[in-house]
């Protein structure tokens, strides 16, 4: 019965290890796509998540789809003299080899345009990523509270 137990124990740990992303394309890794539940009539919302790319050349995150919302743009949030600034990166955000980025509020995300509903906690969204290189991949963002702060460890919504 002991042994069972310790053989239960190191592969939970294996597993979490060997899972250490939730979607993968081409040399990119994307962990915890997230997004905010919206109030009703928001026509926009964040989305958010980490890349980490083990490849060998830089690529761009360039767009996606997201199934509740006419369009997504890549966003940069910075400061400019005291005032939030947020604009559009029409070419896109780098991700340099060996490098992870994390989209997450006030700073670098997707951009959901157009919403066709309210978002709800706890609903997960379908949708895409597409990269310069890597190409397309689907993924599934976990809708979290109005206000949540980005997963501090695991899968979102795993």
């Known amino acids: 019965m002991k042994w069972t137990w310790i053989l239960g124990l190191a592969f939970t ?14 040399g990119l890794e994307i962990d915890q796509p997230w997004s905010r539940a919206t109030p009703k009539g928001a026509k926009v919302a964040g989305g958010y998540l980490k890349v980490t790319n083990t490849g060998t050349a830089a690529d761009r995150l360039v767009g996606g789809t997201f199934a509740a919302a006419r369009g ?4 940069e949030m910075s400061m400019d003299r005291g005032v939030m600034k947020m604009r559009q990166l029409k070419d896109g955000l780098e991700i340099k080899p060996g490098a992870t980025v994390e989209l997450k509020p006030s700073a670098s995300h997707l951009m959901f345009m157009d919403l066709s509903r309210p978002l709800t906690k706890g609903e997960r969204v379908k949708g895409t990523l597409v990269f310069e290189k890597a190409g397309p991949v689907d993924v599934e963002y976990s809708v979290e509270a109005i206000g949540a702060t980005p997963p501090q460890s695991g899968h979102a919504g795993h």
């Open 13 to 26: 740990v294996w597993a979490g290890q060997a899972w250490a992303y939730d979607f993968k394309v081409g």
């Open 72 to 75: 997504v743009e890549v966003h």
